[in-house]
């Protein structure tokens, strides 16, 4: 009898891709499922994008790369760096990955030994427990509420702080919370982590051109955190190129040597053609690019909030970035509709799912038992009936 690793058992099924699975499922039978599960936008790559890559095609760019990508698509991602977020690299600090998961769990190969504590403020992006455990590591949970606006202060990273932490892992904007830290919050995190210097940042940055408030902070800007700060970012959310699987980091020089490495016997480089599609759009004045983009997902959160704040026990608050807004719906748990009763917020995403055929995340996934994820990256008129069915269909509990 074959059996499986001990490492694949360790690991959970990703909540999201789950999800996206179970609603093609009921819409290969003929329902009419409303996604609001996957963070992907449902926009198209913008036109001169796509025009590098069929460029690219033509000029034969169908070769092997060097693993941490073409030095002119480094350099551009340096550039952009500098220019969007005051932080300076070299191109050799630069690894171009398959997507910036595929970044993410690089450094967490790279940095983390069996039982290293890496801290997780929650809600944490559905995949980053997940690396960490494939990685060998611990990840340690540190709770928020939605009346926190989902955010953790320093006192409370540090007495998660043990002499096993090596890594705090966050992203701002946040997936799933759309939570945005802001740089005196980030500063204020900064001044604690100077009294632990052996402790690293991973700095998820990759909605950073969906963010709803005046400015974007990188943490790794911050003098005290730059020798030990990975900033991950890439083109799928910011670009609408989830497609061409493109992520980066910059880091310390011997990190991005040490990803590099790992890279080298897993992957190697990622698709030539994706990095030159990728070089144009690091090229380009991101505001140009991403703000109409930008705009749409901020008239579609108020569209949701709205609606969501019109339905009974729903407690909502407003998130500042990304695509998601993370309610919380415990007021349910207990209730029944005389066939269904919902116990757990697990329970809520496939009452909504069966019933009302409607698809989000529960929040389990992401470390916040009591709410589940719903993404707007739907057209304002899904959304609306979307929440039309949600409100209907929770009426029937008791």
Known sequence: MTKVSNRLNLLAESATLAMARMSRELQAKGIDVIALSLGEP????????????????????????????????????????????????????????????????NVCLSLLNPDDEVLLPCPYWVSYAEIVKLAEGTPIEIPSTIDSDFKVTPDELESAITPKTKILMFSSPCNPSGTVYTRTELEAIAKMLEKHPNIYIIADEIYEHINFTEKHFS??????????????????????????????????????????????????????????????????EPKSTTQEMKEHFLTRRDILVKLLKEIPGIKCNLPQGAFYVFPDISSYFGKSDGNTTINNANDFCMYLLNNAHVACVAGDAFGNKKCIRISYAASDERIIEAMSRIKKQLKKLS
């Open 42 to 105: 449902d926009f198209n790559t913008p036109e001169f994008i796509k025009e590098a890559g069929k460029k690219a095609i033509d000029d034969n760019f169908s070769h092997y790369t060097p693993v941490s990508g073409l030095p002119e698509l480094r350099s551009a991602i340096a550039k952009k760096f500098k220019r969007d977020n005051n932080l300076d690299f070299t191109s050799d600090q630069i690894v171009t990955s398959t997507g910036a998961k595929q970044s993410l769990a």
């Open 219 to 284: 943490i790794g800007t911050i003098p005290s955190l730059k020798e030990r700060t990975i900033t991950v970012n890439g083109v799928s959310k910011g670009f609408a190129m989830t497609g061409w699987r493109v992520g980066f980091i910059g880091a310390p020089l011997w990190i991005a040597k040490a990803c590099n490495k790992i890279q080298g016997q897993v992957t190697s480089a990622t698709c030539a053609i994706a990095q030159k599609a990728t070089e144009r759009a690091m090229l380009a």
